[in-house]
């Protein structure tokens, strides 16, 4: 039924906005906004290994730090001219509700990738790997010969 009141476009407008929250305030539908907002942000996320490399005068360190993954999520390739890190992780979560019953499933896969381009050619046997407290060391030998200067 339409009211030939006038009423302020400010109150309609408060009306309108008023009907919104309460429509996304509705719990079921907040969950499930709030999960879809969590696996956007999750999903396109911006994945970064940060990386540090040194050298000495008998090898090239290089370290990535990687705090929050186990050892059985990395896998590290070799050929001669670069090192291949990739991590993947996959998680599932069940919700149940109030009766026992399934209330939300959720299934999340990431993988990355990131290649590492060696000074020089090296031999498998010469690369040594270790992981530890978040840290994954490579070492590579030191190829340059350094001559002393007098």
């Known amino acids: 039924m339409l009211s030939n009141e ?3 476009p400010m109150k309609k407008k408060k009306d309108v906005s008023h ?3 309460s429509f996304f305030d509705d719990r079921p539908l907040k969950k499930l906004l709030h999960t ?3 696996y956007v942000h999750r999903t396109f996320s ?3 290994i940060p990386i540090d490399v ?3 005068s008998t090898e090239h360190v290089i370290i990535a730090h990687l705090p929050s993954v186990k ?11 670069r090192l291949i890190l990739s991590i993947s992780h996959q998680e599932r979560i069940e919700t149940i509700d109030e009766q026992g019953n399934l209330f939300q499933k959720k299934e999340a896969q990431q993988h990355i990738t990131k ?3 060696l000074p020089y050619p090296v031999s498998e046997k010469e690369v040594q790997a270790s992981f530890q407290d978040g840290k994954l060391v490579i070492r590579l ?3 340059k010969k350094y001559i002393d200067i007098d």
């Open 115 to 117: 290649s590492i381009f």
């Open 6 to 8: 006038f009423q302020p």
């Open 71 to 81: 050892r059985e999520q990395i896998q590290l390739q070799f050929d001669e001219e």
């Open 54 to 56: 040194h050298e000495t």
């Open 46 to 48: 911006p994945l970064y």
């Open 19 to 21: 009907m919104l929250d």
């Open 36 to 38: 879809l907002d969590e």
């Open 141 to 143: 030998p030191q190829k």
